[in-house]
């Protein structure tokens, strides 16, 4: 597995960034302080380092901390006399193989998801083509706030790497998820991403996402209200993990991640021909999809004119596209989903036999369910043969990066001769 660190060790023991450029980025948080540690972390993992500030960071940090720790002037001011004849926001931006924003505040993140250049390190951010990578930090209602939530998502979607934020007390008093990352943790994880051995790295992921759409009529379909965002966010996370990742998705609103083979198809019927067809290709295979279970026997080929006082139409149930693929002789490890108005933990644990799947993550739907369809949010109780796992709210991004990891753990102890 990739290694978990002691946060109680100075450093990451395992981190290695040796003629690695980083660009070490800091907004305004009480974490700011933190970042210190991570510069020696970066130096001692044998990375280079320049640091740029925001302004409201140095109202927490003095730069000269950090000019002290990195060796370099910090950039800090877009309009400074010398700054751009030192070394241009341009130069900076192509100068790093990786940017850290550590802390990443909910203000600095809106503003590089809007695409706002307003100070030196967004202008950074945006002029940046290497990796970005964002290390959340803030009070826990902050990040659970719908805004800070679409703009996570935002960023994520569009190949951002979140590292965090953790669960935990937090400098205001309360408890929560929006702490920042361990410093040693996060130079762990920036060596990881980099050196490209990520927790799935080498591994083939197929995804199924979204609703599907069964035509009753040119004009008509049978749907539901599946957004996609959970599979869409478990893309981006197993990518980030460094796995290959095809999606193949229903009709949704979202942008496929960068970096991600998408396959868009309509129908039940369509959803099955293209995951089967890549199913012999995955290594694992997470089906978020919400299919469609029965679909119009036949989809007329003109209009339905509204004439009789009733109409029935006779539907066909579906191929379960889940059950087909579990049932393959060499099949991949297989995730699926379940969406339950009640009993959800019972129901969950019946669908892992029924289907053959390898792990069950169900989710509380319905009115009243703080998840689920069209939320930016989720909870999940993730079970599987011999164990299970209880993943509290948080958003969709945070928990497919908590599942990602799950799945390996049990991808890697099913398959204990490929631990790598
Ligand atoms: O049986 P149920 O629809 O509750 O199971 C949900 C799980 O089964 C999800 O993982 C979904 O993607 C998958 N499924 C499927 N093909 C279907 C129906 C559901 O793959 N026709």
Not at 385 to 406: D, F, N, Q, S, W
Request: hydrophobic content about 45%; proline content about 7%.
């Amino acid at each position: 597995m990739a290694p978990r660190i002691d946060p109680s060790l100075p450093f990451p023991p395992l981190a290695d960034l040796h003629h690695k450029h980083i660009l070490l980025g800091v907004t305004g948080g009480i974490a700011a302080y933190k970042t210190a540690e991570i510069v020696r972390g970066l130096r001692r993992a044998g990375a280079e380092v320049r640091v740029a500030m925001t302004p409201a960071a140095g109202r927490f940090v003095q730069p000269l901390t950090f000019e002290a720790l990195s060796g370099h002037p910090v950039a800090h001011d877009m309009f400074a006399p010398g700054t751009e004849s030192a070394m241009g926001h341009i130069h900076l931006a192509r100068w790093a193989d990786a940017i850290l924003v550590a802390p990443a505040s909910a203000d600095f993140m809106a503003r590089v998801s809007l695409g706002l250049a307003d100070d030196l390190l967004a202008t950074l951010c945006l002029a940046a083509e290497a990796p970005l990578f964002m290390a959340p930090a803030m009070n826990r209602a902050m990040w659970r706030h719908p805004a800070t939530c679409a703009h996570a998502a935002a960023l994520a979607g569009r190949g951002v790497a979140l590292l965090g934020p953790d669960e935990g007390d937090q400098a205001c008093g309360e408890t929560g998820p929006g702490r920042m990352r361990e410093p040693a943790q996060l130079v762990l994880d920036l060596a990881h991403a980099l050196a490209g051995g990520g927790l799935l790295s080498g591994l083939r992921v197929l995804i199924s996402a979204g609703p599907t759409r069964e035509p009753i009529d040119p004009v008509r379909f049978i749907s539901n209200r599946s957004s996609g965002k959970m599979g869409y966010a478990l893309a981006a996370a197993a990518r980030d993990a460094g796995a290959d990742v095809a999606l193949v998705s229903g009709p949704v609103t979202l942008e496929p991640p960068a970096a991600v083979e998408a396959v868009r198809v309509e129908t039940a019927a369509e959803m099955f021909d293209a995951v089967m067809a890549r199913a012999g290709w995955a290594d694992i295979y997470v089906g978020t999809a919400a299919v469609a279970d029965y679909a119009p026997a036949e989809a007329e080929t003109a209009k339905i004119k509204k004439h009789a006082d009733r109409l029935d139409l006779a539907l066909n149930r579906t191929r379960d596209i889940l059950h087909s693929v579990a049932a393959l002789p060499d099949k991949p490890f297989v995730v699926g989903f379940a969406a339950e108005t009640d009993e959800v933990e019972a129901h969950a644990r019946t669908k892992l036999e029924a289907k053959g799947a390898d792990m069950v993550a169900a989710n509380a739907v319905g009115s009243g369910a703080p998840g689920g369809f069209d939320r930016d949010e989720n909870a999940l109780f993730v079970c599987w043969r011999g164990g299970e796992c209880r993943l509290p709210l948080a958003p969709k991004t945070e928990i497919a990066h908590r599942l990602v990891r799950l799945i390996a753990e049990r991808y890697y102890a099913e398959n204990t001769d490929q631990d790598p």
